[in-house]
Nanobody, 117 residues
Framework: QVQLAESGGGLVQTGDSLRLSCAASARSFSSYAMSWFRQAPGKERDFVAA????????HYADSVKGRFTISRDNAKKTVYLQMNALKPEDTAVYYC??????????WGQGTQVTVSS
């Protein structure tokens, strides 16, 4: 089992950057595929970005491709989401997700990102 704790959210202006972090408690963090999702008010939780266990493969939602970068540091048991050129439509609660080898999902508590126009 793994516990996840997101941080780094905040209130920024259009065009600004933020870096979210997700610290994991798992002993075998490097065996978890990691992802970021987000949920805007009144909407479903949507996929943002994913990274493989080794970090060699990444995948992004079309809406963030070219602006967001997911990365991981297995030694620090942390996954990051670098968000550049933020837009008001990026406003949401951002959640970290870990998926183990049995495809069980674990979620963090979320961190709020608000982008003002």
């Amino acid at each position: 089992q793994v516990q996840l704790a997101e941080s780094g959210g905040g209130l920024v202006q259009t065009g600004d950057s933020l870096r979210l972090s997700c610290a994991a408690s798992a002993r075998s963090f490097s065996s978890y595929a990691m992802s970021w999702f987000r949920q805007a008010p009144g909407k479903e939780r949507d996929f943002v970005a994913a990274i493989s266990v080794s970090g060699s493969n990444t995948h992004y939602a079309d809406s963030v491709k070219g602006r967001f970068t997911i990365s991981r540091d297995n030694a620090k048991k942390t996954v990051y989401l670098q968000m550049n050129a933020l837009k008001p439509e990026d406003t949401a609660v951002y959640y970290c997700n870990a998926k183990d080898s049995l495809r069980r999902d674990y979620w963090g508590q979320g961190t709020q990102v608000t982008v003002s126009s």
